[in-house]
């Protein structure tokens, strides 16, 4: 098993940000397993607020009130020394990028669009935020400037493992100034 250092982050935590399958959840596992930190998910957070599935809170609220109640939650989370695997969405929130910006880096990961529209597939039953007649593809291309903007790091997550991948962000994480 490989040491990482953790000295200049050691209070604060790290945020995955991108959209549906690209692999927030797998690698926030292996980073936090990596750094010796906890591991919370965003979209968990959701559906302990609301004790329903993610989908069921989505169908139930629709997009703009399940924006805004995603952005609410997120604003109030308080984490030491913990990675955070967003849902896709949370990039909509301002106060939410604010609040997650306060807690540490946030870093964008990205298989590329194709990739994306072949794991996400229809989106049947993953609670995302996506528009009557929009396409996954549609969606990528709308927030990909919108993470590349917010992000401190991006890393791609088609061309290397979720371990490597964890490895990759834990490595710039012991070496940033």
């Not at 591991?39 to 004790?51: C, K, N, Y």
Request: net charge negative; aromatic share 6%; hydrophobic share 40%.
């Amino acid at each position: 098993m490989v040491e990482f250092s953790t000295r200049q982050t050691d209070e604060g935590c790290v945020t995955l940000i991108g959209m549906a399958g690209a692999g927030k959840t797998t690698v926030g596992k292996a980073l936090a397993k990596h750094l010796g930190w906890a591991h919370m998910d965003t979209d968990q957070l959701i559906e302990s607020f609301f004790g329903r599935p993610l989908q069921d809170v989505f169908d139930a609220l629709g997009r703009e009130a399940f924006l805004r109640a995603e952005e609410e939650i997120v604003t109030q989370v308080g984490a030491k020394r913990a990675v955070i695997s967003t849902g896709g969405s949370v990039i909509y929130g301002p106060l939410a990028v604010a609040r997650l910006k306060s807690l540490g880096p946030l870093v964008h990961l990205d298989p590329g669009v194709q990739a994306t529209c072949d794991r996400v597939g229809s989106a049947q039953g993953r609670g995302l935020a996506i528009a009557d007649g929009q396409t996954v593809q549609d969606l990528y291309n709308e927030r990909k400037p919108l993470y590349e903007q917010a992000a401190d790091l991006m890393v791609d997550t088609l061309s290397e493992s979720p371990e490597a991948c964890a490895r990759r962000i834990a490595h710039w994480l012991a070496n940033r100034d």
